[in-house]
C-alpha cells in the first residue's frame, strides 16, 4: 500500500448535527500530519460530478458549532450502479484523492464498502445519523442534539397541555427504530411510548386510558414514525374515537429534529471519532467504522455496523416510561 | 359604586407565554393594596363551576418564567348562554369577587364585556394571546415568545435545507392573521410569505421560483395556517408539481409556538398590564382592555378590542421579505 | 449631488445581535436597486488600512441568524484625528465608495458626522448597540437579545438561589444607563434593581433586607455595571457584612450578554432600518441615524442622536420592581 | 431486617439538574411498589430539623424537566457531629422512615455511610453533582447539562471574540477536577484548557501565543476555577503582560452552570438511577451509591464512590484540544 498523501472527506445521507465538528476535527487532525485534505460536496452525487475543493484550517473555523454539513448531503442513484461507482474513482484520481473519510448512516457505509472492494480505496467511516440505530457505537453523531431538541419542543407542548388539560401525541423520527422515541419518551415522562418494535403499545395505551388514573392534567404519548399501528395521526384518531371525552391533539415534530446547534456530546464524539478516522487511515486501516463504545475508540467493519442496533436498556426503558408516569 | 375588596383572575381561551407573568403582576399588586385576589381556574368554565381558590404571594412565586397558565384555560359553551352567565355570576357572588381581570382573547373580551354590561361586574382585560390581532395594543402577551419560537426553529430547518438543498414550505399560526408570518417571514429570511390577507402571495411564489434565481441554495416559505390558498400540505402540493425538480418539504409547526418560557418583552409586558388592570380597577374604570400603544398604558374598550388589527409596517414588511430575500 | 453608486457597510464599536441582519439587509437592498456594495472589515480601523471587499448576494446568505458581525469590528485612535480621516477619505476614495451606512453606537456616529462634516460623505447610521441608550429610536438592534440572555441566565440562577435559599447579586452591562438592568429585572422577579440614574437604590435594598418579609425562599438583586454605589463584588461586601446570616452570591454576566443569535426583534428591527439606510441615501438624506420610534422609521441628526435616552415608563418600572417583588 | 415500608428522599451538597428527575423517579418507583415517600427538605439539615413531608404522585408532577432540587440542599455542620447525627436518626424514627435514598456527591455519601453505619439505616445514594467526580458512574446527574451550558455561553463569547479578534480566558467549575473544562474545550474549539491535574498547560499556552499561528482571528482558554496557576483572572493578567499586542479579555460563567432544564442524558440517567435505587432497597441493598457504567447499572460502596474519579479518555482528549485547534 502506497503512503496517503490526500484524505478526501464528505457527508452523505440525512444531515446530522455534529457533522461540521467531524469535518473539522478530520480537516485539522490530517493537517496537523502534513496530510492534504479535501472536501467533496455533496456526498457521493459531488464525488461523480467533479465537486472537490482543498480544504485548509480556515475552511473549518467557527464550524465547530453549526447545524448542518457545510460539504451538503445528497443522494446518489448513480453512484448504486457499477458505471456510477468507476465515474467517482476516476474524479478521486483526478483530483488525487487517495483516501476518505465518510460521514454517514448504514446506506453511506454500503457505498464506502463498495468503492473499497471494487477501487481499493480506503476508507473509514464516521456514525453521522440522527437514528443511533447502528452496531459499533453507542451513539451516532447527532442523536444526542436531536433528543433534547425533542424533549425541549415537548417541554413547551406539555405548558399547552397543563394549561388545557389535553392528551398530546407527539410523533418523532426513527422509521425503523424506536430509540428516539424511547428516550424522549422516558426524559419527557410521557405515559407510553409507541414504537416500531413493540405491538403491545397501543393495546397499553387504550388500557391505560381506560383503566388508569382519571385525575391527570397533562398527558404525552410519544410515537416513533415508524410505529407499525400507524403515525401520529392514526394513532390519534384511534384515541379520539375510543375517548370522545379526552381532548387530544397531534403534533408531528418533523424536521427540526435533524437541525440546530450540536450539543457538547456530539461535538466531543464527532472531533473524537473524526481525529481517530485519520489516525486510522494513517495506521493502514479500511473498510471500517470508527465509534465509541464503553468510552474507547471502537473499528467496525462496515458490513457488520450496517445492521441495526437493538441497546441493552430498552426493556428496562419502556417499563420506566410505564413506571414513572404512573 | 362600592369599593373594590376582592378582585378575581383568570384565563381564558388559548393559553399564551406571558399569562402567568400577567397573573403574578394582578395577584402581587392586589396585594400591595391590600385586596385580596381569587384565582378562578379554567376561565369561564370554572368561574361558573365554582373553581375558585385565594391568591396570596407564594401563590404566584417562581412562576413568571414559565409558559402556559398555572390557572389553566378552557372554552365554555356555557358561559354563552344567559343561563350560564347567571350561573357565574351567582359563584362570583359566593365567593366575594366583586371585579375581575380577564386574560385572553377577543373572545374572552366578549364574555367580559357580556358579565359588565348584564350585572354590572366591573371587568379589566388583558390581551393574551400568541396572534397580536388587538386592536388596543401593539403587542398582546405572547406574540413575541411565539415568533422566537418560530425562527429558532425555521433556524433548525435551515440547517437541513441548506445541507440539501432544498425548498421548506413552514406553515405557522395565525387562523386570520398574517402577522406571525409576515413577521418570522422577514426574521427568517423567507423568500415569501403566504398570509390570509393576501391573494397575490402564491403567485408571487410561483413567479419567482419561475424567473428568481436559481443558484439559491435553500428557500424558506412561510405559510400562515389560515391562507387562502390552503396550507403548507397544499401548497407544497401546488410546488411540486409545478417545480418537480426542486426538493420541496414541508414542516407544520403546531402546537409548540404556543408553549415555553416568555422571552423579556413579554414579561415585562404581562408585568406591566397585570400592574395596570389593578390599578384601573381601583381607579373606577372597566370594561377595557390594559394595553401598551408607544410605550404608554392605554385602556380600550372591550367592543373595540374585539375587533382585528392590521399594522402599519405590513404593507412594508411583505417588500422587506421580497427584496431581502431576493 | 452626484448620485450614488457604491455604497459601503460596516460595523463599529461593541457588537452587537443582529448587526449582521442590518449588514445584509443593507447589502440586498443595494443591490435590489442596482448599487454596487462594499463591506468595509473592521470599522474606521479598516477603513483606514484599506480592508474593502465587494459584497455580493451570497455574502450576506445565510448570516440573519448569526451574533458578532461577519465584518467585524474595532476601536481606531487614528481616526480620532484629521490625519486619520483624511486616510480614510482617500481609501473611500479609491475604492470608489460615495456613501455609507455605518452600524454602532454614539462613538460611530461621532466619526460619521465628521467624515460627513470635512468631506461630504453622506452617511446614514443604524443604531446597533446592546445598551439601547441612542435618542431617535426605542429601541437598538441587539438590545432585545441581550435582555433575554439576561433572563435566561438569571432564570438558571434562580434555580440554585431557590435550591439554596440564597441572594444573589447579578451584573449586568449598562457603564451609563440602567436600561438593561431595570428590564430585565421587571422580567426575572428581582427585588431591587440598583442603577447609575439612582442613588437611593442601595438604602431601598438594605431597608427590604432588613424590614421585609422574611421567608422568601430567594432574592435576585439587579446591578448595573456602572452603579455609582459599586459593581456587584462591593454591593456583595455591603450586604454580606450588615446581612451575615443571608447566603449572599455574587454573578457577573459578563460577555455573554453580547453575543449569541438574534431575537426575532432585533432581526426585524435591524432588516428594516438596513432598507431604510439605504433608501434614504438613494433619496439624498444624510448625517442622521434611522430608528424606528412608535412604529415608524425616523430619522435623527447624527449630533441629536449622539445624547442619551431617558426612556418614558422607567419611573414606573423601578415601581414596579418594588411592587411585583414583594 | 425488617421489610421497609418508608422511603425517605433527599438532595445535599451543591443543587444539579436533573436531581427533581431522580426525585421523581424515587418516588413513583416508590409508589407503584406500594411504599409510602417520604421527602426531606433542606439535606441532613432538614433530616435534624424535622423538615418531613409525605409526597404522592402529584408531589413529583411537571418537575422532570425544571433544574434545582424541589427538595432544596443545605450544607449542615451539625449532622458531622455524633450529637447530630443521633438528632437525624430520632427524626427518621419519629416521621417512621426506614430507607433513605441520598441524591448528591461524595460528602453526601460521607454523612449517608455514618448514617448507616451508626444507626443501620439502609441508604442508596444517586451521583447529582455537576463535577462528574465520582468513581461507581460514567457521568453524574447534572454534568450534561452544565457541559451544555457551558458551551452555549462560550458560543456567545465566540461571536463577540471573532468580531474583535480577541482572546478570552473563560472560566469554569471544577475545583479538582479538569472534567468540565477538557470536555468543554473540545467541544468549543478552545486553544489550550487550563486544569487542575497539569503543570504544563500554562507553559503551552504561553509557548503557543509565541510560536504559533498569528493569523487567528479568535482564541478562546478554558480555565478550570481549581488550575493550580491560578484562576482566569491570574491567567488573563501574565497572558496580557507577557502579550499586550493581544486583545484579551476575562469571562468567569459562574453560577449559570448549576441551572438550568436538565439535558434529556440527565433526565434519563437520573431517571434510571432513581428507579434502580428503590428497586436496590427493596432487595435489600444498601451502603452503596447507583451509577451507570457501560449503559449497566452498577452499585458502588459508598467509601470507594467517595474517591475522585480520572476518566479513560482525558490524555487524549488534552491533545485533541491541542490538535483540533491548530
Given at each position: 500500500m502506497s503512503e496517503i498523501k490526500n484524505i478526501g472527506v464528505f457527508t452523505s445521507g440525512g444531515d446530522a448535527p455534529g457533522m461540521n465538528a467531524a469535518i473539522r476535527a478530520v480537516v485539522r487532525t490530517a493537517l496537523y500530519h502534513n496530510l492534504q485534505v479535501t472536501g467533496i460536496r455533496r456526498g457521493y452525487e459531488g464525488m461523480i460530478n467533479g465537486e472537490y475543493e482543498p480544504m485548509n484550517r480556515k475552511s473549518v473555523s467557527n464550524i465547530?458549532?453549526?447545524?448542518?454539513?457545510?460539504?451538503?448531503?445528497?443522494?446518489?442513484?448513480?453512484?448504486?450502479?457499477?458505471?456510477?461507482?468507476?465515474?467517482?474513482?476516476?474524479?478521486?484520481?483526478?483530483?488525487?484523492?487517495?483516501?476518505?473519510?465518510?460521514?454517514?448512516?448504514?446506506?453511506?457505509?454500503?457505498?464506502?464498502?463498495?468503492?473499497?472492494?471494487?477501487?481499493?480505496?480506503?476508507?473509514?467511516?464516521?456514525?453521522?445519523?440522527?437514528?443511533?440505530?447502528?452496531?459499533?457505537?453507542?451513539?451516532?453523531?447527532?442523536?444526542?442534539?436531536?433528543?433534547?431538541?425533542?424533549?425541549?419542543?415537548?417541554?413547551?407542548?406539555?405548558?399547552?397541555?397543563?394549561?388545557?388539560?389535553?392528551?398530546?401525541?407527539?410523533e418523532v423520527m426513527g422509521r425503523d427504530s424506536g430509540l428516539i422515541a424511547l428516550r424522549t419518551g422516558v426524559a419527557s415522562g410521557a405515559e407510553v411510548v409507541l414504537i416500531p418494535e413493540s405491538t403491545e403499545d397501543l393495546p397499553a395505551l387504550l388500557h391505560r386510558l381506560e383503566h388508569g388514573r382519571k385525575d391527570k392534567s397533562s398527558r404525552i404519548v410519544m410515537v416513533a414514525e415508524g410505529d407499525r399501528e400507524g403515525g401520529a395521526f392514526e394513532i390519534g384518531n384511534i384515541v379520539k374515537e375510543k375517548f370522545p371525552q379526552i381532548d387530544t391533539r397531534v403534533s408531528i415534530l418533523g424536521h427540526i429534529q435533524r437541525g440546530g446547534k450540536p450539543t457538547c456530546m456530539d461535538r466531543v464524539l464527532a472531533s473524537q471519532v473524526g481525529f481517530a478516522a485519520v489516525e486510522a487511515l494513517k495506521a493502514g486501516r479500511k473498510g471500517e467504522m470508527a465509534g465509541i463504545i464503553n468510552g474507547e475508540i471502537t473499528f467496525t467493519p462496515f458490513d457488520q455496523a450496517c445492521k441495526k442496533n437493538s441497546h441493552k436498556l430498552d426493556a428496562n426503558m419502556v417499563k420506566l416510561v410505564e413506571i414513572l408516569s404512573l
Amino acid at each position: 500500500m502506497s503512503e496517503i498523501k490526500n484524505i478526501g472527506v464528505f457527508t452523505s445521507g440525512g444531515d446530522a448535527p455534529g457533522m461540521n465538528a467531524a469535518i473539522r476535527a478530520v480537516v485539522r487532525t490530517a493537517l496537523y500530519h502534513n496530510l492534504q485534505v479535501t472536501g467533496i460536496r455533496r456526498g457521493y452525487e459531488g464525488m461523480i460530478n467533479g465537486e472537490y475543493e482543498p480544504m485548509n484550517r480556515k475552511s473549518v473555523s467557527n464550524i465547530i458549532q453549526r447545524g448542518g454539513t457545510i460539504l451538503k448531503s445528497a443522494r446518489s442513484e448513480e453512484f448504486k450502479t457499477p458505471e456510477g461507482r468507476k465515474l467517482a474513482y476516476y474524479q478521486l484520481k483526478k483530483h488525487k484523492v487517495d483516501a476518505l473519510v465518510a460521514i454517514g448512516g448504514d446506506g453511506t457505509f454500503t457505498g464506502a464498502r463498495l468503492l473499497g472492494d471494487e477501487y481499493g480505496i480506503p476508507v473509514i467511516g464516521l456514525p453521522g445519523t440522527i437514528d443511533n440505530d447502528l452496531i459499533g457505537t453507542d451513539y451516532t453523531i447527532g442523536y444526542d442534539t436531536a433528543i433534547n431538541t425533542v424533549i425541549n419542543a415537548v417541554d413547551k407542548i406539555r405548558d399547552t397541555a397543563e394549561s388545557h388539560d389535553r392528551l398530546f401525541i407527539v410523533e418523532v423520527m426513527g422509521r425503523d427504530s424506536g430509540l428516539i422515541a424511547l428516550r424522549t419518551g422516558v426524559a419527557s415522562g410521557a405515559e407510553v411510548v409507541l414504537i416500531p418494535e413493540s405491538t403491545e403499545d397501543l393495546p397499553a395505551l387504550l388500557h391505560r386510558l381506560e383503566h388508569g388514573r382519571k385525575d391527570k392534567s397533562s398527558r404525552i404519548v410519544m410515537v416513533a414514525e415508524g410505529d407499525r399501528e400507524g403515525g401520529a395521526f392514526e394513532i390519534g384518531n384511534i384515541v379520539k374515537e375510543k375517548f370522545p371525552q379526552i381532548d387530544t391533539r397531534v403534533s408531528i415534530l418533523g424536521h427540526i429534529q435533524r437541525g440546530g446547534k450540536p450539543t457538547c456530546m456530539d461535538r466531543v464524539l464527532a472531533s473524537q471519532v473524526g481525529f481517530a478516522a485519520v489516525e486510522a487511515l494513517k495506521a493502514g486501516r479500511k473498510g471500517e467504522m470508527a465509534g465509541i463504545i464503553n468510552g474507547e475508540i471502537t473499528f467496525t467493519p462496515f458490513d457488520q455496523a450496517c445492521k441495526k442496533n437493538s441497546h441493552k436498556l430498552d426493556a428496562n426503558m419502556v417499563k420506566l416510561v410505564e413506571i414513572l408516569s404512573l
